[in-house]
């Protein structure tokens, strides 16, 4: 059972212009949520946070939004830049007293000039 | 502050061996945890460490264990190796343990294939 979904395997967008990540899950006990950034054979990167108590959080060229209700969560890149491809991974947890994230399947980003 | 250091970063064995991979977190983090990546699998949770003490495990099988230790490095063992342990290992570090709020950062991974 995947509790955390991205749906679109992949995306292209020109330099410049708006990258929208998106990323869906199922259990309503997720409280934190991340993005990570990731290229081959290297590890995650972390990008941006935002925890459920908030609807948005905003670090540079990342915003990240949260529509609780319809469990959902969007990474926007603005602008992009082609350093930006790579795969992106949305990422939760929801227990307290622990570390354990549940991670999407990944989205790959090619930013092209 | 130098970052989550993993080692060694690519490893061959073979069927039935056992291997034993290491994780040196950020100086001061407290809680390690361990993923395994593979590309029919993605990133899948193995198990956490919070003051040498095991907080949660993944659905793995018993091959799969670790351990932490008082200076919060931390060693992951894989024993009677198979083709498909044959992955990238991820380690990942976070400063207070307590869970939400707290994010986790990644070493570089180990790359292991098992032949």
């Known amino acids: 059972d995947q509790q955390v979904k991205q749906n679109s395997p992949s995306l292209s967008v020109q330099e410049g212009r708006i990258s929208i990540l998106n990323c869906d899950y199922t259990?309503?006990?997720?409280?934190?949520f991340l993005w990570y950034k990731k290229y081959p054979a290297e590890g995650p990167t972390f990008l941006i946070s935002?925890?459920?108590?908030?609807d948005k959080n905003e670090d540079g060229r990342f915003t990240v939004f949260l529509n609780k209700s319809a469990k959902h969560l969007s990474l926007h890149i603005v602008p992009s830049q082609p350093g930006d491809s790579a795969v992106y991974f949305c990422?939760?947890?929801?227990?307290?007293?622990?570390?354990?994230?549940?991670f999407g399947t990944g989205t790959r980003l090619q930013v092209f000039p | 502050k130098a970052g989550v250091t993993q080692t060694p970063r690519y490893l061959i064995k073979t069927r039935g061996q056992q291997v034993t991979l290491s994780c040196s977190p950020i100086?001061?983090?407290?809680?390690v945890s361990w993923y395994q990546q593979t590309p029919g699998q993605g990133l899948q949770f193995l198990f956490e460490?919070?003051?040498?003490?095991?907080?949660n495990k993944g659905n793995f099988p018993g091959r799969f264990s670790g351990r932490q230790f008082s200076n919060s490095r931390s060693e992951m063992n894989v024993s009677t190796l198979e083709l498909g342990d044959s992955a990238l290992y991820l380690c990942?570090?976070?400063?207070?343990?307590?869970?939400?709020?707290?994010?986790?950062?990644f070493g570089p991974g180990t790359r292991l294939t098992v032949l």
């Open positions: 460490y919070f003051s040498e003490t095991q907080r």
């Open positions: 990422a939760a947890k929801g227990a307290y007293n622990t570390d354990k994230l549940i």
């Open positions: 100086s001061g983090h407290r809680s």
């Open positions: 990942a570090s976070s400063p207070l343990g307590r869970g939400i709020a707290d994010t986790q950062y």
């Open positions: 935002i925890s459920s108590i908030k």
């Open positions: 259990n309503s006990m997720f409280d934190y």
